[in-house]
């Protein structure tokens, strides 16, 4: 790190690794343009630049990066370089004190999970589970709803996955829950806010969230189930055997107030409210130390893990991956890839009425 770095660390309020973590996510914008080192120098220097300016040192871990990539693109463009940076799949920002929110931002795709889309969730929230200003975070969607489930499309063409998964089978479903289960491992609460459709992939992500807030008429559901098994099997867990074993061999959903009578949801508001009840509860929370919150929080999943859940919640990768041998499995595999990934949604979904058939 520069000199000029270095003058400035002893005046840093935060730890030096939640700065340089916001590097290396921000280095993946301008790889051709600038070297990381010059990403990582320019994020502090802005850090050290809002530190000298600013009445109040709070939230500044947040916008130093975005001040960083306003100079980098100013300067690519001064040079005459052409930055090509990745779409802005998830915006982030900082809407009450001691409160960081992310939300999800493909709501052309319904937000499905990509490989980016969920590698910089992940990267979001291990930076604000180290930034001292933050006691609570909430995950959301934009758009019509708060994700339809994981990328099936082609935006996962040479995107690596987020973190490494050993190989062989059941990589996909033990990748996956992996990465939503270390929310379990965070520090800090993490609220899931959903509205729309939370389907597959999108009701895996909501449940590793510690809070649920939903709206009257979210739709919670695994639709996949109708040609496959689920990367994650937290239903007998989170909503109780006969009403799992109703979404497992049906694929229907459950709405936000059936979430809640049945425990997979904390409580439900009309969707206008949302937002304003959401925050009012990241409130509550963020009244009390991270200290003291921070055990509390793995009281609970300790008492989880005591009981099983995410034991069981491993070997269901297991049948996932056996699931994938299925002929049902390959067949619709099959006509995806003959018919296309529309059109072969529709056809799992019409004889059910619902989905992408039901209006």
């Known amino acids: 790190m520069s000199q000029h770095v270095d003058r400035h660390q002893s005046e840093l309020l935060v730890p030096e690794a939640v700065l340089r973590r916001a590097a290396e996510h921000l280095a993946g914008r301008y790889v051709g343009v600038f070297s990381p080192e010059t990403v990582e120098r320019t994020v502090f ?86 930034d001292p200003d933050v006691r609570v975070m909430i995950v959301r969607g934009a758009g019509s709803c708060f994700s339809a489930g994981y990328e099936l499309g082609g935006a996962n063409e040479g995107v690596d996955m987020p973190h490494f998964t050993a190989e062989g089978e059941g990589q996909w479903p033990r990748h996956v829950t992996e990465t939503w289960m270390s929310i379990w491992d965070l520090a800090k609460p993490v609220i899931a806010q959903v509205h729309g459709y939370c389907l597959a992939g999108g009701s895996e992500l909501a449940t590793g969230c510690d809070l649920v807030y939903v709206a009257h008429d979210a739709k919670m559901g695994y639709p996949a189930v109708r040609f496959g098994v689920p990367d994650m099997h937290f239903h007998a867990w989170m909503l109780g055997m006969r009403a799992a074993m109703e979404m497992m061999v049906t694929g229907d959903s459950i709405s936000g107030d059936e979430a809640v009578r049945l425990g997979w949801a904390n409580r439900a508001f009309d969707e206008a409210d949302l937002d304003d009840e959401v925050l009012a509860v990241a409130g509550r929370v963020a009244n009390i130390p991270t200290d003291i919150v921070s055990l509390n929080k793995r009281a609970v999943h300790r008492g989880m893990d005591t009981m099983g859940m995410r034991t069981a919640i491993r070997q269901g990768t297991e049948l996932c991956a056996m699931g994938t041998k299925a002929a049902t499995f390959t067949e619709f595999i099959d006509k995806m890839r003959d018919e296309g990934l529309t059109q072969a949604l529709a056809e799992r979904d019409a004889p059910f009425g619902d989905y992408r058939t039901g209006g």
């Open 45 to 130: 220097e802005s850090y050290a630049a809002l530190r000298e300016t600013a009445t109040v040192h709070t939230h500044l871990t947040a916008l130093a990066p975005r001040l960083a990539a306003e100079r980098l693109t100013a300067r690519a463009h001064t040079d005459g370089s052409v930055v090509k940076t990745a779409p802005e799949v998830l915006f982030v920002d900082d809407p009450a004190p001691f409160v960081r929110r992310l939300t999800l931002n493909r709501p052309e795709k319904r937000n499905a999970l990509s490989h980016q889309l969920r590698a910089e969730i992940m990267a979001a929230l291990q930076q604000a589970d180290q």
